[in-house]
Antibody
Framework: EVQLVESGGGLVQPGGSLRLSCAAS????????IHWVRQTPGKGLEWVSY???????YYVDSVKGRFTISRENAQNSVYLQMRTLTAGDTAIYYC??????????????WGRGTLVTVSS | QSVLTQPPSASGTPGQRVTMSCSGS????????VFWYQQFPGMAPKLLIY???QRPSGVPDRFSGSKSGTSASLAISGLRSEDEADFYC???????????FGTGTKVTVL
């Protein structure tokens, strides 16, 4: 089955760290960009970061210097290392696949998300 | 605060046509493809429209997208009760060097 499965979410104190994982299956993982998108419960979507097939990375300004995205093609996985977390980072974090060919830049496959709660 | 503005809500009766807008600028919509996503409560978003007006396989032709200048629109014709959801536009922003989402439009079927 073609799917993405996130894990690693949970409750963390302000200033703490957390590492999210996104495990892919059912497709040639190394051929696709992978994105992280977050959503505050009851609010809108915010793109967070992406890693390309060649390892190039991009981040939204609000997480630059605090979040690091990486990928391990041998494990069909992408990771999001989050540091110096604040209440503003509380959200459901989705990983999404960047499409290829005519679907380039489209998020054509999404995981179910993992909830990150930053609170004391 | 999102750089893409959408109306917070839209509504219609079954069978009607509903449209929603997505307003941006020259650095995002004006120079890049627009994508639309549909999200049901408690679910992950789903790709609805890519490259401004293309539908992935499986998306009914009741959904259509368009783009003009720095704005884009999504239309739902023949509205059905199962279309009740949140809809988000998205695109790449050259100035921000990142993707941006719209504020989202909640569609209600009356």
């Amino acid at each position: 089955e073609v799917q993405l499965v996130e894990s690693g979410g949970g409750l963390v104190q302000p200033g703490g760290s957390l590492r999210l994982s996104c495990a892919a299956s059912g497709f040639t993982f190394s051929s696709y960009d992978i994105h992280w998108v977050r959503q505050t419960p009851g609010k809108g979507l915010e793109w967070v970061s992406y890693i390309g097939t060649t390892g190039d990375t991009y981040y939204v300004d609000s997480v630059k210097g605090r979040f690091t995205i990486s990928r391990e093609n041998a494990q069909n996985s992408v990771y999001l290392q989050m540091r110096t977390l604040t209440a503003g980072d509380t959200a459901i974090y989705y990983c999404a696949r960047g499409g290829d060919d005519e679907l380039t830049d489209a998020f054509d496959l999404w995981g179910r998300g993992t909830l990150v709660t930053v609170s004391s | 605060q999102s750089v893409l503005t959408q109306p917070p809500s839209a509504s219609g009766t079954p069978g009607q046509r509903v449209t929603m807008s997505c307003s941006g600028s020259s650095s995002n919509i004006g120079s890049n493809y627009v994508f639309w996503y549909q999200q049901f409560p408690g679910m992950a978003p789903k790709l609805l429209i890519y490259r401004n007006n293309q539908r992935p396989s499986g998306v009914p032709d009741r959904f259509s997208g368009s783009k003009s200048g720095t704005s884009a629109s999504l239309a739902i014709s023949g509205l059905r009760s199962e279309d009740e959801a949140d809809f988000y536009c998205a695109t790449w922003d050259d100035s921000l060097s990142g993707f941006v989402f719209g504020t989202g439009t909640k569609v209600t079927v009356l």
